[in-house]
């Protein structure tokens, strides 16, 4: 199966379980707000998009295009917890999350590593990248801070310079209660979308 074959089955799964939700009832415990009957406002990394109830279309509010695939596909899994979230404080990482240990090279080569090799100490430039996120700054490392991913999700950047014995390096960390709300897959879709918009 192709890349564009799995996200477009991901797509159709969600989209028939997602049929018959009640968004009305289910917004206030996910943390979304109600457009218009036929219609979610989702939240999404910095920006906004609209939903369709109809066809379950995410569609960018400032482009008015369709959003990434993976994008998506990360608001109807959202759309689909049963339980509501919650904030346990306690931070992971993805070593922690289900196979998380056995991908965790491939997850670091497809985000952290490469905001560091192209970061590096530049953290100026870090710092004008982070506005694009929703964001609470923190005292970790040399540069962090708390973004928020989506509903009542968030996740936490910790960047660290290089010197002449260690390279430049940048980890994620998210609440434990991430595991109750996406899939391992998802979550490296989120950390890919976050680094590559640090860039």
Same mark, same amino acid.
């Given at each position: 199966?192709?890349?564009?074959?799995?996200?477009?089955? /991901?797509?159709?799964? +969600?989209?028939?379980?997602?049929?018959?939700? $009640?968004? /009305?009832?289910? /917004?206030?415990?996910?943390?979304?707000?109600?457009?218009?009957?036929?219609?979610?406002?989702?939240?999404?990394?910095? %920006?906004?998009?609209?939903?369709?109830?109809?066809?379950? &279309?995410?569609?960018?509010?400032?482009? %008015? !295009? +369709?959003?990434?695939? *993976?994008?998506?596909?990360?608001?109807?899994?959202?759309?689909?917890? &049963?339980?509501?979230?919650?904030?346990?404080?306690?931070?992971?990482?993805?070593? *922690?999350?289900?196979?998380? =240990?056995?991908?965790?090279?491939?997850? =670091?080569?497809?985000?952290? $590593?490469?905001?560091?090799?192209?970061?590096? $100490?530049?953290? *100026?430039?870090?710092? !004008?990248?982070?506005?694009?996120?929703?964001?609470?700054?923190? &005292?970790?490392?040399?540069?962090? @801070?708390?973004?928020?991913?989506? %509903?009542?999700?968030? @996740?936490?950047?910790?960047?660290?310079? %290089?010197? *002449?014995?260690?390279? +430049?390096?940048?980890?994620?960390?998210?609440?434990?209660?991430?595991?109750?709300?996406?899939?391992?897959?998802?979550?490296?879709?989120? @950390?890919?979308?976050?680094?590559?918009?640090?860039?």
């Amino acid at each position: 199966m192709s890349k564009t074959e799995a996200f477009n089955e /991901a797509v159709r799964i +969600a989209s028939a379980k997602l049929a018959d939700a $009640n968004f /009305a009832e289910n /917004a206030g415990r996910l943390g979304f707000s109600l457009e218009s009957p036929d219609t979610i406002l989702v939240r999404i990394l910095g %920006g906004d998009c609209t939903v369709s109830t109809k066809n379950f &279309e995410v569609i960018d509010k400032v482009t %008015g !295009k +369709a959003v990434k695939p *993976e994008v998506r596909i990360l608001v109807l899994h959202y759309l689909l917890c &049963e339980s509501t979230p919650s904030l346990t404080g306690k931070l992971i990482s993805f070593r *922690e999350l289900p196979g998380g =240990q056995f991908y965790y090279g491939p997850f =670091q080569s497809r985000s952290v $590593n490469i905001v560091a090799s192209v970061i590096k $100490n530049d953290l *100026e430039r870090l710092r !004008k990248n982070f506005v694009r996120f929703d964001l609470r700054k923190l &005292e970790l490392g040399d540069l962090s @801070a708390e973004i928020h991913v989506i %509903g009542k999700v968030y @996740a936490t950047f910790v960047y660290r310079t %290089g010197d *002449e014995e260690f390279p +430049a390096s940048a980890e994620l960390f998210f609440d434990s209660s991430i595991k109750g709300i996406f899939s391992t897959e998802d979550v490296t879709f989120i @950390a890919s979308l976050i680094c590559r918009r640090l860039l």
